[in-house]
């Protein structure tokens, strides 16, 4: 009970976005195993992170079986590639019956169609600029005038 | 006066996020002039822009005069080089007074460096990051019980 909002997260993908978040959500308290085929990347995490490493392809069931997908409250796919992460995210949902899942998207025109899937998708490129667009509604009181 | 709102924009890389942001902004009724060394690239561009292409790099100081850099409300440097994306928000700033600039920064670790610069940054990882650690702290109700 004293763990009661501690999850066991898997991600998928120990890029620049994987890294960070499986060392963030590591350090918040929660059980991260993060997931790469290269070995190398994991040096990218930071030394907060207090979870585990699966050297693999999670693509193959029994990679996912290794990190112990069936206990999984929340399935975190960021490889960089966006075809992977929706059947990552796929997976989890429906053979694994993760709870959550979430694919990263880097092309925003693939978004609809994950979304025809049922699967969350974030892109940070849209995050970014919806950012940047809401900056520019939003502030406009320093333009020239000349 | 009708144009109270306009801004006089130069997006600066014309990848996904750049054409993304000219296409809406121009949209938006912003006059915008987009950069891009490549002229391949403009094709990305939706057809509801209707600003200004500028083949050249923007490095070069004549390739900012003749995209009328000193005429900018604002400059958004979104190449997929966070150096090139600094220096030329500090080239913006410095020479041409431009009264908003801002650089995309691919790498989170370079982003407390540009802002030391006094450079206004966006790195789309870290708003996905924060976006997906967010949702983690928000919404566990989901979690397995088992």
Same mark, same amino acid.
């Given at each position: 009970?004293?763990?009661?909002?501690?999850?066991?997260?898997?991600?998928?993908?120990?890029?620049?976005?994987?890294?960070?978040?499986?060392?963030?959500?590591?350090?918040?308290?929660?059980?991260?195993?993060?997931?790469? =085929?290269?070995?190398?990347?994991?040096?990218?995490?930071? @030394?907060?992170?207090?979870?585990? #490493? %699966?050297?693999?392809? +999670?693509? /193959?069931?029994?990679?996912?079986?290794?990190?112990?997908?069936?206990?999984?409250?929340?399935?975190?796919?960021?490889?960089?590639?966006?075809?992977?992460?929706?059947? =990552?995210?796929?997976?989890?949902?429906?053979?694994?019956? @993760?709870?959550?899942?979430?694919? #990263? %998207?880097?092309?925003? +025109?693939? /978004?609809?169609?994950?979304?025809?899937?049922?699967?969350?998708?974030?892109?940070?490129?849209?995050?970014?600029?919806?950012?940047?667009?809401?900056?520019?509604?939003?502030?406009?009181?320093?333009?020239?005038?000349?």
């Amino acid at each position: 009970m004293s763990k009661k909002h501690s999850q066991y997260i898997l991600v998928i993908g120990c890029g620049r976005l994987g890294a960070h978040l499986a060392t963030q959500l590591s350090r918040g308290g929660h059980s991260v195993v993060v997931i790469d =085929l290269d070995e190398e990347k994991f040096a990218k995490l930071g @030394v907060e992170f207090g979870g585990f #490493r %699966v050297e693999g392809d +999670a693509v /193959e069931v029994s990679t996912l079986k290794q990190a112990k997908v069936e206990r999984a409250d929340r399935l975190i796919a960021v490889t960089g590639n966006d075809n992977i992460n929706l059947a =990552l995210a796929q997976v989890g949902q429906r053979l694994f019956n @993760v709870p959550h899942t979430i694919a #990263r %998207v880097s092309n925003p +025109a693939s /978004e609809r169609a994950f979304r025809e899937f049922g699967i969350n998708t974030i892109c940070p490129l849209v995050l970014a600029g919806d950012a940047l667009l809401g900056e520019v509604a939003n502030d406009p009181q320093k333009e020239r005038h000349q």
